[in-house]
């Protein structure tokens, strides 16, 4: 009993240490601005998108497949934000690595900024 | 064609929270998509019309209309209750050409630009950096916008260059729905463009000093910028260096900016009795005992391909500096205390300014980098003649002692504009600013409103003349304070703003800062007369 709950502690604290976020940014490049109130104030006056497929297939992790963005009209990107979270490592045990949760956060370059 | 997105709303704030302030109508106009196959001028002079077509329905309305860039501003300069357009998508950019420069210019054709007014500082440095050339200054940060920037004066701590709108050589503004009021404004002593260019924008041409230097820092009330056109120069480096020198030397310099017999003794360079591009004094108002200041030195430097080489990316480092901007300086120190305002402010009486000492080489661009912190905050920002930096500096934290404030102070020095409501109104202004976070009014410590007010009153009482930076913080309804601050320059902005604008048009570009300011009461026929 005792074992498993040592077993189960450290399992949590790992789990939860596992939780990271990992931005990506240029740094030639106007991001695309929008009006915004609220949300996180690291990207105010940002237009933020997130990738609607939150969980994901193993074929996308491993590489052999890629998110689609299609909707920066500059065609390129500013920043790109990673976000692994609790319930995303949960559900990757669960699934045994089948099926991940992840969380992607991107500004587009503004349009004929360049 | 040019579409405009209209969203219902009830409210709206600037970027650091300073409202929030109401609102009917949000709108945002994007530009003819770019696979129309229309050019950059056609594109231009289509949403030029869907502007006229915006004014018109507000006018019809009866209601107000304004052009908002960033919202950087903290003041509610760039808010009306009506509806509020924002520029931000509106970014398109023409170098000029030799063929299109008029003939009795002075001016190199490769430093001119034309950009629309949404684009950014950064966008704008980074497209010049393209072809060689530099902004000659900005602010400590880079989103504002170019339209947004002139309209409030924004400045750095240049002392010889001056502010953004002092390298802007053509305005080109819409101040009504008709064909005859897309205008293209240049000064008479100094045209740019040749007549037939801008004709080709659909702007009628007015070249006249008075007129160009009222509508330059306009206030967002002088019709709308659609474009300005500026005055960049080749790519140049900036050698940055902050360090602690004696309290009494940092002050000399400030009230002399004489930098002659000086020796900033900074590692590896020889800056000894050379004048400074940018000289900025850093100061916690709470802790007397401190015998140094920290200072900013910015040296001018040749540009060269392979600096990185040499100082290495400045980008990077950037995230480590904390002298980064003023209120960035604030927020690192205020991060190590308790949240509650009184025991931090406390807590600042035995806080001593962090050390940097570090040196970075970059271009303009890189070293006025993105902002570090978007939270609550504010700012207050008085512009003094140099000679009286250091004693309004005293009066100024003498004051935030006595009714003390999150903040921290700092000091830059602007050359002056000719532009006629330019708060660097003086031979070399001094910008005394205080910029820290919002407070509540359950921290029981004075009011922003309040604070504001006793900053104004220890100005008067002590007879030094001052401006205040329109786009921050400042108990703006203060009985006759622009009178006081311009004086008769407030009667020739007015007597413009009546030239460019029918009444009508005034009251669409009219809001609250404007009546609270007085500006927005159109002069009398007979002051008209003698101004
Ligand atoms: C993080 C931060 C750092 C700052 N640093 C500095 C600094 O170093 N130096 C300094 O001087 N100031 C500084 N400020 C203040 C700020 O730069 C100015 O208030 C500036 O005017 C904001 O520009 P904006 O593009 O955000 O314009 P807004 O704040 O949105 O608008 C400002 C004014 O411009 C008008 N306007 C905008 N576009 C148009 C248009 N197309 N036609 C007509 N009017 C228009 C608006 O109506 C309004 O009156 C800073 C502010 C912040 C938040």
Redesign the interface.
């Known amino acids: 009993m005792r074992l498993l709950k040592i077993t189960l502690c450290f399992g949590l604290v790992w789990t939860m240490t596992s939780c990271y976020s990992v931005r990506f940014q240029v ?4 991001w695309e ?1 929008k ?1 915004t ?1 609220g949300g996180d ?5 940002y237009y933020v998108r997130t990738v609607q497929k939150k969980v994901v297939f193993k074929k996308l992790t491993t590489g052999a497949d890629y998110f689609n963005i299609s909707d920066c009209e500059s065609g390129a990107l500013h920043t790109v934000e990673y976000r692994n979270t609790f319930g995303g490592i949960l559900l990757n045990l669960v699934t045994f690595g089948g099926r991940k949760k992840v969380n992607v956060k991107y500004v587009c370059i ?5 | 064609m040019a579409t405009t997105k209209i969203d219902n709303r009830t409210r709206w704030d600037t970027l650091h929270k300073n409202g929030p302030f109401p609102l009917k109508l949000f709108l945002t106009t994007k530009l003819e998509k770019n696979s129309s196959g229309l050019s950059g001028f056609e594109k231009y002079k289509d949403v030029a019309v869907e502007i006229q077509k915006l004014i018109q329905q507000a006018a019809d309305s009866n209601e107000q209309f304004r052009a908002i860039g960033s919202k950087w501003s903290m003041s509610n300069i760039a808010h009306c209750k009506d509806r509020m357009h924002y520029n931000s998508y509106m970014n398109l950019k023409f170098p000029i050409f030799e063929g299109e420069m008029h003939q009795d210019s002075n001016y190199e054709h490769s430093n001119l630009f034309w950009f629309q007014c949404g684009n950014q500082i950064k966008e704008i440095s980074l497209f010049l950096e393209r072809r060689g050339k530099s902004l000659k200054t900005s602010g400590a940060s880079n989103g504002q916008t170019i339209a947004g920037c002139i309209s409030t004066g924004v400045h750095g701590s240049t002392i010889d260059v001056g502010s953004v709108q002092d390298y802007v050589v053509g305005l080109n503004l819409i101040t009504g729905p008709n064909p005859e009021d897309n205008i293209y404004l240049e000064r008479k002593s100094r045209p740019a463009l040749r007549d037939t260019y801008v004709q080709n924008l659909n702007a009628r041409v007015i070249r006249d000093d008075e007129t160009f230097n009222a509508a330059l820092v306009g206030l967002g009330s002088m019709g709308f910028i659609h474009g300005v056109v500026l005055e960049a120069e080749n790519l140049f480096l900036l050698h940055r260096y902050v360090k602690k020198i004696d309290k009494a030397k940092a002050l000399q310099l400030a009230n002399t900016l004489d930098f002659s017999n000086y020796d900033p003794e900074i590692p590896g360079t020889d800056f000894r009795g050379v004048r400074p591009f940018h000289y900025k004094v850093f100061m916690n108002p709470y802790n007397t005992d401190e015998e140094k200041y920290a200072v900013e030195f910015i040296y001018k430097m040749k540009y060269y391909e392979d600096y990185k080489t040499d100082f290495g990316n400045p980008i990077p480092f950037q995230k480590e500096f904390v002298y980064l901007d003023l209120l960035y300086l604030f927020i690192k120190i205020a991060e190590k205390f308790p949240k509650s305002i009184p025991k931090l402010i406390n807590l600042l009486k035995s806080s001593i300014l962090p050390k940097e000492e570090k040196t970075t080489v970059g271009k303009l661009s890189e070293i006025f980098w993105d902002t570090g912190f978007q939270g609550k905050a504010f700012a207050c920002s008085f512009g003094v003649d140099h000679t009286h930096s250091s004693k309004a500096l005293e009066l100024l934290a003498k004051l935030t002692r006595e009714h003390p404030v999150p903040g921290i102070f700092a000091m830059r020095f602007i050359k002056k504009s000719e532009a006629t409501m330019a708060f660097s109104k003086f031979p070399f202004t001094c910008m005394v600013e205080i910029d820290g976070i919002q407070w509540s009014d359950k921290e029981k410590i004075i009011g922003l409103k309040e604070y504001s007010k006793k900053l104004i009153g220890v100005l008067k009482d002590n007879d030094i003349p001052f401006t205040i930076h329109w786009g921050k913080n400042a108990d703006w309804e203060f009985p006759g304070l622009v009178e006081h601050m311009y004086g008769n320059e407030v009667k020739k902005w007015k007597k413009i703003r009546n030239k460019l604008l029918t009444i009508p048009m005034q009251d669409v570009f009219s809001n609250a800062f404007l009546d609270s300011t007085k500006l927005s009461e159109p002069l009398a026929a007979d002051e008209d007369l003698i101004v």
């Open positions: 740094e030639n490049g106007q601005p009006d109130e104030p690291y990207y105010s006056g503004k349009e004929n900024s360049m």
